[in-house]
């Protein structure tokens, strides 16, 4: 074991040059020129953004699996699922929409909870995860492609606009999409790629290759 060499960081707002320093825990550091944050030591970080990401996984199941809502016209119900919703747009020719909801409310939210899942239950074991840094640089990429709060938002629109003509009756996947939006944000909120690359990168903590 080493001490762990001094690290450079730049300022993400105005480029400035800084010495990495350490935090106690729940401190910030801000930058000299701008004051913009450069860091945090969050506490706890990995095992609170695990405990959200597997709790956001369980209900993404459920909110793929179940009814987003039903509507009932003369005794007959219907009900529909998100991923029916997309296969409806498809057949109707409405291929662009269609292949945008899937991208960004199905497959873009599945690849961060697997891609978060990945990382951090390893680093909660103690093992370091095979490829963790493309891992890393997919949730980078991916991360302003996730909108299941704007999903969730045309959904509660749609339901008012068709209370209007026929009785609607909200299914589970509707709870659970809006209970997974509140995990999602708590685990980008609860998140430090910093953190997390300091307990994967051997050379972050300062040892070395015999």
Avoid at 2 to 22: F, G, K
Avoid at 39 to 44: E, G, K, L, Q
Avoid at 152 to 173: C, D, E, Q, W, Y
Wanted: hydrophobic letters at 50%; glycine letters at 6%; proline letters at 6%.
């Amino acid at each position: 074991m080493v001490d762990r060499p001094a690290q450079l960081i730049a300022c993400h707002d105005c480029d400035l040059l800084q010495r990495d320093i350490p935090l106690n825990p729940g401190c910030t550091a801000s930058c000299r020129r701008c004051g913009a944050v450069l860091y945090r030591n969050a506490t706890d970080s990995v095992d609170r953004t695990l405990a959200y990401t597997l709790a956001a996984g369980m209900l993404f199941l459920g909110a793929n699996l179940f009814p987003v809502f039903s509507i009932q016209v003369q005794g007959d119900r219907s009900a529909i699922t998100l991923f029916g919703a997309v296969l409806s747009l498809w057949e109707q020719g409405m291929k662009s929409i269609s292949l945008l909801v899937f991208i960004t409310a199905i497959f873009v939210p599945a690849l961060e909870l697997l891609s978060l899942t990945y990382l951090l239950l390893p680093i909660r074991l103690g093992l370091v995860p095979p490829g963790y840094s493309r891992f890393m640089r997919t949730l980078q990429f991916i991360e302003p492609w996730g909108m299941v709060e704007v999903l969730m938002l045309g959904m509660l629109v749609s339901l008012v606009k068709l209370t209007n003509n026929f009785k609607v009756i909200p299914g589970m996947a509707l709870w659970s999409f809006g209970v997974l939006t509140l995990l999602l944000a708590a685990a980008a909120a609860s998140f430090s790629a910093r953190d997390v690359w300091e307990r994967l990168d051997p050379r972050s903590r300062g040892e070395t290759k015999p």
